[in-house]
């Protein structure tokens, strides 16, 4: 620090700066984990559905009620697991919201194509669709670690 003036020398001040600057960026990179979680949960528990339906189908036991149960637990992850978090990245919101809305949208075809074609279930359908369902999730929380 300069005495006479009480401001640090540009040496100082570079260091300080490169200093908080890093802070800023381990700050901004821990906030990318929860919501990397989310659509990994998410990637989960859709191809997880998808066989869930193909099995519940096969045997007729409540389908409906394995949907709509997942669902909601899926729209309660994506919901509450944001608001834990203190900080994000720079697009934080439009890059959840379109993920999310891709994501959401692509279950939701899933489902309406398996129970209005596959009422008794189908392999064929079932399986590559919880592929794509735990591709895209898996490729939102990617996304989002690498923004």
Not at 59 to 69: D, E, R, W
Not at 93 to 99: E, F
Request: a positive charge.
């Amino acid at each position: 620090m300069d005495e006479t003036s009480g401001s640090p020398s540009p040496a100082q001040a570079q260091a300080l700066l490169a200093r908080a600057d890093s802070i800023g960026a381990a700050s901004t990179n821990a906030a990318a984990w929860p919501v990397a979680m989310i659509f990994t949960s998410l990637a989960i528990l859709g191809s997880m559905l998808m066989i869930g339906m193909q099995i519940v189908s096969h045997t007729g036991y409540g389908a409906p009620l394995l949907a709509t149960s997942a669902g909601v637990w899926a729209a309660a992850t994506a919901s509450i697991w944001p608001m834990f978090q203190r900080s994000t990245k720079a697009g934080y919101t439009k890059r959840y919201l379109t993920s999310l809305a891709a994501y959401f949208a692509l279950y939701g075809v899933a489902l309406g194509v398996g129970v209005s074609f596959f009422r008794d279930g189908n392999l064929w359908f079932y399986i590559p669709a919880a592929i794509v369902l735990g591709g895209v999730g898996l490729a939102a929380a990617f996304r989002e670690l690498r923004a």
